[in-house]
């Protein structure tokens, strides 16, 4: 990303909305690069990167691996400088620009999920690290459950273009 | 609503997915007849029993995968939450 | 017309003279005596009585106590008709004093079709009655019951069917005669939300055996749902003696305490597969009713059960109650329901009606069912009760008529999975054919629903019951576990399987007790008699469904709770059948009425915007939604922006295009494989247009696709079309080639696309562009660049035109998508530079004659009809929809080539006349009258020409350019217009674009 541009992110005004027990914030600007298996698929890109479907796995210096479809990771670099990417797969597309990125955070970030999303997010079912794809206010999402220092969290992903109405239905999915 | 047994996610919502129809393979495309092309095209077999169905996960791995329905009694050959039905044959 | 006048004090608006207790009405209704019937304070009673809430009824003020019922409340003051009857408008009060009440349904505001029955009191509320005009005493419509003939079953089919041009006629007088109450289009909207829940087990019911199932399962470790219906939890218990009343409050107690959630007011109103469940909570105060989306792995059904009316002459009148309605409002509200009372009873139930009204003061004839004597008839005057007649011809001077009559199974939920209710006539009631074994036993029942038995032997089949579902539900919840991808590992193998091995209740022998000798009402909600059922059996309706359907019976408010049986039974009786073999209706969701606002929820309408949205906006434009995207229609003026971009320079926000981008060693024959035409020689650096097509050689797609690199393409789709090529090429990918090295992935976000279009873009450009060589030789049309803009990298730029003009379509990453947009304004100031909108390039686009995909195209459009020979490769290999293409180029037998539909411009003989696209193109037959040979696909004014321009789609014969054709408009009016040599009206030749 060019440090010298602003960066112009997916909503208008602020990029927080807090309530009772939760909180939302936008992470967009964090670097995301997709990678594809290889194409003669022998799991190595699998083991490189640690975690399969399904999962994800902190890589240090801020990297989140995340396994978003059967062969595919999404590989978030943290907005901390520092993360490279490790050099795998046999393709990987620079995905920063097109996917917006929410945090949704606190004990009752699973309450206000529970209202736009049909996905079981009990512990057993959706632990921390687990990733899913879901429907969240109707958008396609990539859900990953990523808590901060024991606290609940969740990351929610979606093409930038549903951003700033997703941020919208969520917020508003709190607000009740 | 069903949940449909995707092999890669598991079981979900039919809401999430897609059913795309009767599985059935493409007629060479350099040797086919108008006949046997647009049977394959727009006939759908729809029986009152087990039949092969492709679904594609559409919200949750993107996959597209073939399973197994019982159209009279609307369940999976492998339900997600129960056993599986071993006394069932192919249609 | 009031005998007794209007006394000072009882107009509307004014205090009540008496306090608590009184009942004052306007009009008319204020005649009826009031006699106040709450009874001291008595133990077991939910209401409060240091909080007595006033409220209004038909305007007059009448207080309750916090825990009433508005019907209570409303019984409490003396008040003992609550509506007039659906059809013959005759008076009703109360029946059940619950939420299956049909006659007490009220209006309460701006709220209609409240159920008085179950809705709590609050102060202040405006309560009406409904479908009483001008008054509850003296109702207009009750008229009808002196014609009732034409109001008997299938009056709505027979009567107002013809002639048909009075249908408008007959449906202003239905309208006034129907039931239910007013909606106030001036409410404030309120909003119902829903949730999803993933429950272990689902109770529905939270009576005896329900609780103990709910306790017993949260104790194995299950999460469990407890769903009551009523208000509070105890079911039966809760207006029976002291050891019951306790407990209940012993199990609400242990559930809390086992951490079971509990919902009372709430229903589980449906059932689908894999016990899927709408559970609907209302509000006891009358707020939102919210929608509950709960997949639970295992359902207990522990509805209970609901008592039956008897069928007999007046058994509709006030005055006559079900035992359980007598004894709700004796013991729970402590309401006297009357004060000399015929119990007629043929169970437990009935009995200890009579015992309560003894023990309450009331003066009771206990008659006992179970010798045979029956109710003839409830007779009196004025909607109230005077007289009972018994069937040995004793006559009763009561105003109470109290009915034990039997029970009804609400099996609803379990028929829902399946199970049938099959009829038992030794017990007079249906139970569920297979309990417990539905859906590889995840939906179980207990309580009354599946049998009888003793408090402690309810209590032990609910726990059971309980335990059962629990060890169920762990083992779906292991398979889950083991299935879903992302859940937590699992230790341990499988719970094993667990047998249904509980000991199933008895069955209590019960008088099968349906119809007296007389007729009566059977459904009361849709005011449907023994005798309108006995007559549609006679027309022929011999199935209980198409009696159901005929006369309307179950399909009120009650939803068959209180009918069913008795509309069965009377069937099976005018048929000379059994009740076995009449069988029930289906039951279906809801289990109850549910407002459609629940089930509507809070509306998720997801939108798209690109990166410049705020931009747009600040600039003025008039937005346009074209799918899920919100996008800039015009910023003003769309004629104006038109001549800008043929004069000077815009700039077009296109971001909505679908853009792909496809790497890896195959990519090439993927393209091979999705267009019609070839792409093996594409140079690096090059861009081609292509058109996709269906398998059936129907267009389906069109945009340019761009080589960026030995293997890396840019491929362009239409942005309607997006999403659904994405889903297209992956199908392809994955179920016929699963072995290309190829990836796909959709980048249309990732871009924001700006089209920089004009005869000074490439001046504009070149402000702003430092590492491309932007010269008309080395970046010619139908190129691609990469290189940097207005400082950021990364940008793809390719010279193509749908415009027309000489344009760049940038792609930019898209979070400095705004940067680049001010820049390029910036920039271009002294040359002139605006932005342009949708309208202004749907305008530009069809001077050139470009088509677009479902506008121009629809469903039939094969590639042929627009004129695409040229493009369709039958030389190369395998490609999507080949066959069909194939036949259209080289034609099968039987077909009509003239007939064939072409893609034509379309030029109207009056310049200043714009046909309505989408209408019709005719053509002379030999025999005088006229033929549709097509229609108007697009047309606008032409600002650059100054006149009105067309595609269209006509037959091949009419075709041929210089063709006259005639377009007829929606008024029927005539325009002649003449086809043109080609496509585009404006520089054929394309000079602009390729300069």
Redesign the interface.
């Known amino acids: 990303m060019d440090e010298q541009l602003e960066f112009a992110g997916p909503l208008a005004g602020a990029g927080e909305a807090n309530g009772e027990g939760w909180s939302l914030r936008d992470e967009s600007r964090t670097p995301k690069l997709l990678v594809y298996e290889d194409f003669e698929p022998d799991g190595a890109v699998e083991r490189q990167l640690g975690v399969g479907f399904g999962a994800s796995a902190a890589g240090g210096s801020g990297l989140l691996v995340c396994g978003i479809r059967p062969g595919e990771w999404l590989l978030l670099l943290g907005e901390r400088s520092g993360a490279n990417p490790p050099a795998v797969g046999a393709v990987t597309v620079d995905l920063t620009h097109g996917v917006a990125m929410f945090r949704l955070s606190g004990p009752r970030a699973r309450d206000v999920l529970a209202s736009v999303c049909s996905i079981d997010t009990s512990e057993e079912m959706f632990p921390d690290g687990a990733v899913c794809g879901a429907s969240v206010a109707r958008v396609a999402c990539t859900l990953v459950r990523d808590d901060v220092a024991g606290e609940r969290s969740y990351l929610i992903l979606s093409q930038r273009s549903s951003g700033r109405y997703l941020f919208d239905a969520v917020r508003d999915a709190g607000a009740r | 609503?069903?949940?449909v047994?995707c092999p890669?996610?598991?079981?979900r919502?039919t809401?999430?997915l897609?059913l795309?129809g009767e599985s059935e393979s493409?007629p060479d495309?350099?040797a086919?007849t108008?006949q046997e092309?647009r049977s394959y095209?727009y006939l759908e077999h729809n029986p009152a029993g087990w039949t092969r169905e492709?679904w594609?996960?559409?919200?949750?791995?993107?996959?597209?995968f073939v399973t197994e329905r019982h159209r009279g009694q609307?369940?999976f050959r492998h339900?997600?939450?129960?056993?599986a039905d071993e006394s069932a044959g192919p249609r | 017309m009031s005998p007794l006048g209007s006394g000072p004090g009882s107009g509307p608006g004014q205090a009540p003279g008496s306090g608590s207790g009184t009942c004052l009405r306007r009009n008319d209704d204020r005649v009826v005596p009031m006699s106040p019937s709450r009874l001291p304070a008595r133990p077991g009673e939910v209401i409060d009585r240091e909080r007595p809430l006033t409220f209004t009824w038909n305007g007059g003020a009448v207080t309750g106590f916090a825990g009433d019922t508005i019907a209570s409340a409303l019984a409490a003051s003396g008040c003992t008709v609550f509506s007039r009857s659906m059809k013959y408008h005759r008076p009703r009060g109360i029946l059940t004093a619950d939420f299956w009440d049909p006659n007490t349904l009220v209006q309460v505001g701006d709220e209609p079709n409240v159920r008085g029955g179950h809705r709590l009191l609050e102060a202040g509320m405006a309560v009406s009655a409904q479908n009483a005009w001008p008054s509850l005493r003296w109702d207009a419509k009750a008229l009808t019951a002196l014609g009732g003939r034409a109001l008997s079953a299938g009056f709505y089919y027979k009567t107002f069917m013809r002639p048909r041009w009075l249908w408008p006629a007959y449906e202003k007088v239905l309208a006034r005669f129907a039931p239910g109450g007013v909606i106030d289009p001036a409410s404030a909207p309120r909003r119902h939300d829903k949730r999803y829940a993933h429950p272990d087990v689902v109770v529905a019911g939270g009576g005896p055996a329900g609780l103990a199932a709910a306790v017993a399962a949260a104790r194995e470790g299950a999460g469990v749902l407890l769903v009551e219906h009523e208000h509070s939890l105890g079911g039966h218990l809760r207006w029976g003696t002291k050891s019951e009343r306790s407990m209940a409050a012993a199990l609400a107690g242990a559930a809390e305490a086992a951490g079971v959630e509990i919902l009372t007011d709430a229903t589980v109103a449906g059932r689908w597969e894999d016990n899927w469940l709408a559970v609907v909570e209302r509000d006891g105060a009358g707020g939102p009713e919210r929608l509950i989306k709960a997949r639970a792995k295992v359902l207990v059904v522990a509805a209970g059960l609901i008592e039956r009316p008897y069928v007999f002459a007046g058994n509709d009148r006030p005055g006559v109650m079900l035992s359980g309605g007598a004894r709700r409002l004796l013991n729970l509200w402590s309401v006297r329901p009357g004060s000399r009372a015929v119990v007629w009873s043929a169970n437990a139930a009935g009995d200890a009606a009579a015992a309560d009204l003894e023990a309450a003061g009331v003066v009771v004839e206990h008659v006992d069912a179970r010798t045979g004597r029956t109710v003839t008839a409830a007779e009196g005057r004025r909607g109230a009760l005077e007289r009972v007649v018994l069937s040995d011809g004793t006559r009763l001077e009561v105003d109470l008529l109290v009915t034990a009559a039997g029970w009804t199974a609400p099996t609803s939920l379990l028929n829902m999975a399946g199970v049938r209710p099959r009829y038992d006539p030794a017990a007079a009631r249906f139970f569920p054919a297979e309990p417990g074994t539905a859906e590889a036993g995840t939906v179980l029942s207990t309580g009354g629903i599946s049998g009888d038995g003793s408090l402690d032997e309810l209590v032990g089949h609910g726990e059971a019951t309980g335990r059962l579902a629990a060890a169920r539900a762990a083992t779906l919840a292991h398979r889950l576990r083991v299935a879903t991808a992302w859940a937590a590992p699992v230790d341990g193998p499988e719970p094993p399987e667990v047998p249904d091995e509980r000991t199933p209740l008895g069955r209590d022998p019960h008088p099968e007790l349906y119809r007296s000798s007389t007729d009566g009402i059977v459904d009361l909600s849709e005011d449907v008699g023994s005798r309108d059922l006995r007559h549609a059996a006679a027309e022929g309706f011999d199935s209980v469904e198409l009696v159901k359907r005929w006369t309307t019976a179950t399909m009120g408010s009650a939803q068959g709770k209180l009918e069913t049986v008795n509309t069965v039974a009377v069937l099976a009786e005018a048929t000379g059948s059994t009740i076995s073999e009449v069988g029930t209706t289906t039951w279906r969701p809801p289990f109850a009425p549910v407002t459609l606002g629940a089930l509507a929820g809070r509306m998720f309408e997801p939108l798209r915007i690109s990166s410049l949205h705020d931009l747009h906006v600040a600039a003025g434009m008039t937005p346009i939604q074209a799918g899920q995207w919100i996008r800039p229609e015009h910023y003003g003026d769309p004629a104006a922006e038109v001549c800008n971009v043929r004069a000077n320079v815009g700039i077009i926000d296109v971001s909505p295009l679908g853009k792909l981008d496809i790497r890896g060693p195959d990519a090439t024959d993927l393209l091979s494989l999705l267009y019609v035409n070839k792409w093996r020689r594409l140079a690096i650096g090059a861009v081609r247009y292509g058109v996709m097509c269906a398998e059936d050689g129907v267009i389906l797609d069109d945009g340019v696709t761009g080589r960026l690199g030995e293997e890396h393409y840019l491929m362009s789709t239409t942005s309607s079309g997006s999403g659904a090529m994405e889903v297209w090429i992956q199908n392809w990918l994955q179920t016929e080639h699963p072995d290309w090295r190829v990836r796909v992935t959709p980048v249309t976000d990732a871009y924001t696309s700006i089209n920089v279009a004009g005869p000074r873009s490439r001046v504009l450009l070149g402000r702003l562009v430092d590492d491309v060589d932007l010269g008309p030789e080395a970046f010619k049309y139908m190129q691609v660049r990469r290189g940097t803009v207005a400082g950021v990298a990364g940008c793809v730029m390719w010279r193509i035109g749908f415009t027309g003009e000489l344009s760049y379509e940038l792609h930019v990453p898209a979070g400095y998508g705004p940067h680049v947009w001010q820049a390029l304004l910036a920039a271009g100031a002294d040359l002139g530079v605006a932005p342009f909108g949708l309208e202004a390039q749907r305008i530009m686009r069809l001077e050139k004659g470009h088509f677009i995909v479902g506008q121009d195209t629809d469903a039939l459009t094969k590639a042929p009809t627009a004129g695409l020979e040229w493009l369709i490769k039958l030389d190369k290999e395998d490609f999507c929809g080949r066959p069909e293409l194939q036949w259209a180029l080289e034609g099968e037998p039987g077909d009509a080539p003239d007939a064939v539909p072409r893609l034509v411009a379309v030029q109207p003989t009056d310049p200043s006349y714009v046909p309505p696209e989408v209408c019709q193109i005719v053509a002379a037959t030999p025999d005088g009258k006229e033929r549709i040979i097509g229609r108007i696909t697009s047309s606008r004014f032409s600002p650059t020409l100054e006149r009105s321009i067309c595609l269209a789609q006509v037959e091949a014969v009419h075709a041929g350019p210089d063709t006259e054709l005639t377009i007829v408009d929606i008024t029927g009016r005539r325009h002649t217009a003449t086809v043109m040599l080609h496509h585009a009206h404006f520089d054929p030749e394309g000079e602009r674009l390729r300069a």
């Open positions: 609503m069903l949940l047994p890669h996610c598991g079981p919502n809401a999430d897609t795309v493409r495309p350099s086919t108008p092309w095209l492709t594609y996960c559409r919200l949750g791995c993107g996959r597209f609307n369940r339900p997600p939450l129960g056993p």
